[in-house]
């Protein structure tokens, strides 16, 4: 209802001739189409030319739809136009491009109606002569541009052709750095891998390391304390050695006393032999048994024992039982009674002397 109000004010403003506020209404950013439209249509119908240019002419480009019907039947401004034979209604709508193939509701073309009306009128047909040659013009511009849009629409399969080769080629290529992204992640995983043994052996490794250096270590320790000890066993092998030579001296003077023992025993062997074979002389006088040398023979033998160094309590002991053993054996011989007392007081003495010299060794 608002807008046919503002349609049926928009005729009566022109109808009155008031053409600013007319003007001033088409300018209205709040008119619509279909305002416009119906205003046409009744100025077509009135027959109002002046009021069909002035709309023409002056309504914005988007509000002029002159090939919109809105009558029931479906005709349009030109059916409108032709029905009347207003030539100047056709002529004006025709150069505000008004489409002459645009049916009814029945399908009557205005085309159909110039035809069967016999509107054949230079009026009619020079714009239809324009319309002709501009179709024309723009066929041959249309042509030309189809040409050329042929020959870029070659060209750009062309180009697609190449991309899409191209394309498979990088899909190729990007399918082969893929792969060789996983075979690199695949290297990178088994170098993390190595790494870490590689680091769990290193770690024990530095364990074992600073086993062997705490082993070097205690060896050093070790070698310095057998140095001393080779260092003290030299020393002992030293004194053991000055002690075998001091030992080999003593055995040297041992066997030496004990060769001179033994001819002093032989001696008195001999010499006890040779009292039992002579027993007559038992008689004698003390004067010829001094002839025996007695004393001489118990001093000299006393004097082969105390001067034997005896290397062990055991040739000791030998020495000094063998000694007092002869000593003995001078005391009971029955020879010599003639010079008994004087005999026994003299091995007394020599025993003593005897036994004081070994003890004195044995506790040296």
Request: charged share 25%; hydrophobic share 40%; proline share 2%.
């Amino acid at each position: 209802m608002k807008e046919l109000d503002r349609s049926g004010e928009l005729l009566a403003l022109c109808y009155r001739e008031q053409w600013p506020k007319a003007t001033q209404l088409l300018t209205d950013a709040n008119l619509t189409a279909s305002t416009v439209a119906s205003a046409l249509h009744q100025a077509v119908i009135d027959s109002r030319e002046e009021v069909l240019l002035f709309v023409l002419e002056t309504a914005r480009r988007d509000l002029l739809k002159v090939n919109t019907s809105v009558q029931k039947d479906g005709k349009t401004l030109l059916h409108l136009a032709l029905e009347s034979n207003n030539l100047r209604f056709v002529h004006a709508l025709l150069s505000a491009d008004a489409d002459v193939a645009i049916p009814d509701k029945k399908g009557v073309r205005p085309m159909d109606l110039m035809t069967w009306t016999a509107v054949i009128h230079p009026t009619v047909m020079v714009p239809l002569q324009d319309n002709i040659l501009h179709l024309q013009q723009w066929n041959e511009r249309q042509h030309g541009q189809t040409s050329a849009l042929n020959e870029m629409t070659a060209s750009l399969q062309t180009d697609e052709r190449k991309l899409l080769l191209r394309a498979n080629e990088t899909q190729e290529d990007a399918a082969a750095a893929r792969a060789f992204r996983a075979e690199v992640d695949e290297q990178i995983r088994r170098a993390q891998v190595t790494d870490c043994e590689l680091s769990t052996s290193i770690e024990a490794e530095e364990v074992k390391i600073q086993w062997i250096r705490g082993e070097v270590a205690r060896l050093h320790t070790q070698n310095g304390t057998a140095d001393l000890e080779l260092a003290r066993i030299n020393e002992d092998t030293e004194r053991f050695t000055a002690a075998a030579a001091s030992l080999r001296e003593k055995l040297e003077l041992q066997q030496r006393g004990r060769d001179n023992v033994a001819a002093h025993r032989a001696v008195k062997c001999e010499m006890i032999s040779m009292l039992r074979q002579f027993p007559e002389r038992a008689s004698r006088n003390s004067q010829d048994m001094q002839k025996w040398r007695t004393k001489e023979l118990v001093e000299a033998l006393l004097a082969a024992c105390t001067s034997v160094e005896a290397g062990s309590s055991t040739t000791s002991d030998e020495v000094y039982r063998t000694t007092s053993n002869v000593f003995m054996c001078l005391k009971k011989i029955p020879q010599l009674n003639d010079v008994k007392e004087e005999l026994c007081t003299l091995l007394d003495a020599a025993t003593h002397r005897l036994r004081a010299t070994f003890q004195s060794q044995t506790t040296h």
